[in-house]
């Protein structure tokens, strides 16, 4: 049985820090490329980050550049994003996804350069919310 459950969210004031952290059984975590994905009220969901199956290849939305540092420890089988410099704007639901397929790489869509969407396995999401 697959499971991928997020933690860490929370209330926080702007400036401040966060991690969230994703955990996953049932897959074989070490080969599979791993994301965070966010969505706000009101708007799509947004791949904000992501890692391939190693590690040594990452993605990050413009928007949390040089802010949030996504990292994995495949001896846990857990995923981290750590969120720094919080703004109101990064107030969403996150959700750790995991790739299907055994796709280790991680991939942008031409011309706009977002994440592809091809995660099949879902957390349930967290919430985080920043206050200004």
């Known amino acids: 049985q697959v499971q991928v459950v997020e933690s860490g969210g929370g209330l926080v004031q702007a400036g401040d820090s966060l991690r969230l952290n994703c955990t996953v059984s049932?897959?074989?975590?070490?080969?599979?490329?791993m994301a965070w994905f966010r969505q706000a009220p009101g708007k799509e969901r947004q791949g904000v980050s992501c890692?391939?199956?190693?590690?040594?290849?990452?993605y990050y939305h413009d928007s949390v550049k040089g802010r949030f540092t996504i990292s994995r420890d495949n001896a846990k089988n857990t995923l981290y994003l750590q969120m720094n410099s919080l703004k109101p704007d990064d107030t969403a639901m996150y959700y750790c996804a995991a790739a299907g397929a055994a796709r280790k790489y991680c991939t942008a869509v031409a011309g706009t350069g977002e994440l592809k969407d091809e995660f099949a396995y879902w957390g349930q999401g967290v919430r985080v919310d920043v206050s200004s």
């Open positions: 049932g897959l074989p975590f070490n080969g599979l490329a």
């Open positions: 890692i391939s199956y190693s590690g040594k290849s990452v």
